[in-house]
């Protein structure tokens, strides 16, 4: 939904006006190599009917919220941390600067949306890789984001980059995740703090929300396992997924197994799943494949 393209200029006290800024018409960034500018509603009436089964009416998005992802290794989450950001110009060196074209683009999504439309952001608390974003590095972050318009922050971490640990590792085997970050982070911030990662049980989620960690909670594989979890857990009944138990499985095999079973809940074929962890990760990286050679097609 933002269009990276051409050269303009803008200061960065643009970025960092706060939720009550009124700026109109298109956001672009400055730098020579790429802008970013701000969508109007209408780029969404172009979106595919199964992409977005509410589309855009006369005048106004119909539509619940829109949630920015620079996280897990993703394009936009490359400019965090300093291992990947090699820019000398005006989006590289310090946090601040680093931080610069996401502050742009939530400031550009806010000029599209209205001052009411609900905006998150989900980031990183760190990435799990030597040289890569600290948790200093990440609490500033919030810190800049707290200047922005944005009112939701999702916390989460590691990356699909190659050699990356495990989120789970160096945590507690009873905890979410990110729970400490999370924790840090409420202190720093009056935006509400959603905290996604290894909840599996609906007293782990009870327990976050009642102690005040977070505000809200986000479900991944948990979901993924049972898609109507939110509703059980609601429930007086309560009821945990069972999770299943993997027997040696390749690097990479367990990730690709869920990966791999959203792709068939998104295609209405969960019941005939079938596929072992090897037989998922074999899948997921034919597809991958497939994806680079249609990108390399198309952006050639």
Known sequence: MVQISGHSSVTPEHWRTGRSATRKGPLPLMSKDFAVTACHWKTFTTCPTRTHKRRASHSKLDLAAFRFMPVTGFCSASFYPPLFN?????????????????????????????????????????????????????????????????????????????????????????DPYFIDFARQAKKITSIPIMLTGGFKTRDQATKVLADGSADAISLARAMVLNTSLANAWLSDAGGDPEFPTFDAPPRGGATAWYSMRLTALGEGREKQFVLSPADSLEAYDTRDAQRCETWRNRFS
């Open 86 to 174: 090699h820019r000398t110009d005006i989006y590289g060196g310090t946090v601040i600067r680093r931080f610069r074209i996401i502050g742009e683009v939530i400031d550009a999504v806010r000029q599209a949306v209205g001052p009411a439309f609900p905006i998150g952001i989900k980031i990183n608390s760190t990435d799990k890789l030597k040289g890569g974003l600290t948790t200093d590095d990440a609490l500033q972050i919030v810190q800049l984001l707290d200047e922005t318009s944005v009112d939701l922050i999702d916390i989460s971490g590691g990356t699909y980059f190659p050699g990356a640990a495990s989120s789970s590792e160096g945590t507690s085997s009873s």
